[in-house]
């Protein structure tokens, strides 16, 4: 037990020397405690993109997963996840150069300066409170069932614990510190996945003897649609697809666009993108796989607790700590960027509502950062399903926001009375799918709502053209473009179904049918090197 602790409390030691090095003063501007001055460079950016994508979803939410369903979640999560970089550059580029322009701050910021209306940002922070807030409960939830497992702690105690650890050093530094934390934490959630990966597998005489046994034991695990039958066609493309839409409207991700240094620093990110995804979610998805061996029998929400579980009965108690360590890593990485954005979004959004200006530096912000932590901590309470079925819903709700914040950023579609429209009808929606009132046909919610929230979008903006006798910039450039049709080729491809219900062969292990999307996440990065070097 002394080891374990020893081993945590290092960690979170080491943290805490990051964040008091990195500090800002209290006086500081707001630009500065937000956006750390605009100054990320290509390494940072880039290890802060990933590791506040990587949460506790990621290593926790994808074990489980793995567990569950088996290597058929990993796809739609490594290659999905990956397939979003495409954002960066018709996003995350046009983002950072007017939020530079303009002196944005904060996502709802960047929308009120492209539609230049306060009632579209105002709907925006709200919503991206709203469906952040649950998303911030699921890191102490994964941190409870962590710190529960590997060292007996009491589950709200582990959450608890965390959660003021994560407060402390984001009042300390603001996204200098957060920015070389999630450094730090990137690096070790890698690491210690992959030595987790390599213990897992040699209690079971290695991953290929793993894989042949399982594959004797639970065959449904290596196959489309997966070990519960759940990840049929419009399944596996409904995820891609939310992945695709939700992500960049992520507010902690969105809000790092505006702290990019230049176009190159957001360029080499969306290179080294989808290799950083393809190797980290395949970690966790063959964890969770390999975890069946081991811990038969676990459902629903129990499977998210199997990489604790494998930890606990590591023969080395350091290397168990470790693993502990490396989750707490995702979920401490996304926890302190999600506090940070919202502060910034109450502050600079919502309280100049009340108090009519901007408040000039991080004191309002630092109160909300603590505000927010307790109410994170409150949801987390009574965790109300698997981590990712909460996941799922608050990704919904924020991808009704990708045709405001496209349009917005290209003059020939904006409309605020489309933007306002959308967005009431996006979230109307998936309320109507909640009481299970919107039909689907087999997809997920996710389809249609984004349907209706671009049609809704398209059509009030049309109208609102038309009576103006200002037609609409109808995308033949983007049609034309050889690259759209190269992207569209790439996601049609992921969706493979003409290969589903074949028994795969192994390859170290892992069902072959793995380097298909190796190679399409690959294939991808090479056009979008020649793309935007030619933009």
């Known amino acids: 037990m002394f080891i374990k602790v020893f081993v945590l409390v290092s960690y979170v030691a080491g943290l805490f020397v990051i964040g008091w090095?990195?500090?800002?003063?209290?006086?500081?501007?707001?630009?500065?405690?937000?956006?750390?001055?605009?100054?990320?460079?290509?390494?940072?950016?880039?290890?802060?993109?990933?590791?506040?994508?990587?949460?506790?979803?990621?290593?926790?939410?994808?074990?489980?997963?793995?567990?569950?369903?088996g290597y058929a979640f990993y796809p739609i999560i490594g290659f999905g996840t990956g397939f979003m970089a495409i954002t960066f550059w018709t996003i995350g580029r046009r983002v950072r150069e007017l939020g530079q322009s303009?002196?944005?701050?904060?996502?709802?910021?960047?929308?009120?300066?492209?539609?230049?209306?306060?009632?579209?940002?105002?709907?925006?922070?709200?919503?991206?409170?709203?469906?952040?807030?649950?998303y911030l409960a699921l890191q102490p939830i994964a941190a409870g069932y962590a710190l529960q497992e590997l060292l007996g702690l009491n589950y709200l105690w582990g959450a608890v614990l965390v959660t003021a650890v994560v407060t402390i050093y984001t009042l300390r530094g603001g996204l200098k510190a957060v920015a070389r934390t999630d450094a730090l934490q990137g690096l070790i959630m890698l690491s210690v996945l992959l030595a987790a990966l390599i213990l897992v597998a040699n209690q079971s005489g290695g991953l290929i003897t793993s894989g042949r046994k399982l594959m004797s034991q639970y065959p449904e695990l290596f196959s489309r649609p997966g070990g519960q039958g759940r990840y049929?066609?419009?399944?596996?493309?409904?995820?891609?697809?939310l992945w695709f839409f939700c992500d960049p409207m992520f507010p902690?991700?969105?809000?790092?666009?505006?702290?990019?240094?230049?176009?190159?620093?957001?360029?080499?990110?969306?290179?080294?993108?989808?290799?950083?995804?393809?190797?980290?979610?395949?970690?966790p998805v063959t964890i969770g796989v390999l975890g069946r061996l081991n811990h038969p029998g676990l459902t629903g929400k129990e499977a998210d607790r199997i990489l604790p579980l494998l930890a606990a009965g590591f023969d080395s108690p350091a290397l168990g700590a470790l693993v502990v360590a490396c989750g707490l890593a995702a979920l401490m990485s996304t926890?302190?960027?999600?506090?940070?954005?919202?502060?910034?979004?109450?502050?600079?959004?919502?309280?100049?509502?009340?108090?009519?200006?901007?408040?000039?530096?991080?004191?309002?912000?630092?109160?909300?950062?603590?505000?927010?932590?307790?109410?994170?901590?409150?949801?987390?309470?009574?965790?109300?399903?698997?981590?990712?079925?909460?996941a799922r819903q608050t990704f919904t709700g924020l991808a009704v926001l990708f045709p405001t914040v496209l349009f917005g950023l290209y003059p020939g579609w904006r409309s605020k009375s489309g933007a306002i429209v959308s967005i009431i009808v996006g979230e109307s929606a998936l309320l109507l799918a909640f009481f299970g009132h919107l039909p689907t046909w087999g997809f997920l919610s996710v389809v249609p709502i984004l349907a209706l929230t671009f049609g809704s979008y398209l059509i009030v903006a049309g109208i609102e053209r038309a009576l103006k006798k200002q037609p609409l910039a109808w995308p033949a450039a983007f049609l034309r473009s050889p690259y759209t049709w190269a992207f569209l080729a790439i996601f049609v491809l992921a969706v493979d179904w003409y290969r589903w219900e074949e028994s795969p062969a192994l390859i170290l292990g892992w069902p072959v049918w793995v380097i298909h999307f190796l190679v399409l996440s690959a294939a991808q990065t090479l056009i979008m090197a020649r793309w935007a070097r030619e933009t």
Do not use: H
């Not at 500081?28 to 990933?50: C, K, Q, V, W």
């Not at 303009?102 to 991206?128: E, Q």
């Not at 809000?255 to 190159?264: M, Y």
């Open 102 to 134: 303009s002196g944005a701050l904060t996502p709802p910021d960047l929308v009120r300066a492209a539609y230049n209306s306060r009632g579209v940002s105002t709907l925006v922070a709200v919503v991206m409170i709203i469906f952040t807030i649950p």
């Open 232 to 241: 049929l066609p419009a399944i596996w493309f409904s995820f891609i697809f």
């Open 335 to 390: 926890m302190d960027s999600q506090l940070l954005t919202l502060s910034s979004i109450f502050s600079q959004d919502l309280y100049s509502l009340v108090r009519k200006k901007k408040t000039s530096s991080g004191v309002a912000a630092r109160l909300f950062v603590i505000l927010l932590a307790l109410a994170g901590l409150g949801l987390a309470i009574r965790p109300p399903g698997t981590i990712l079925a909460i």
């Open 252 to 283: 902690q991700l969105f809000q790092r666009f505006l702290a990019a240094r230049d176009n190159r620093t957001i360029r080499r990110t969306m290179l080294a993108y989808p290799f950083v995804c393809s190797v980290v979610f395949l970690l």
């Open 21 to 69: 090095w990195a500090r800002t003063r209290w006086s500081d501007s707001a630009e500065s405690y937000f956006l750390a001055g605009r100054s990320l460079s290509p390494i940072i950016f880039l290890a802060t993109m990933a590791a506040t994508n990587f949460s506790a979803f990621t290593v926790f939410g994808c074990s489980g997963a793995g567990y569950r369903d």
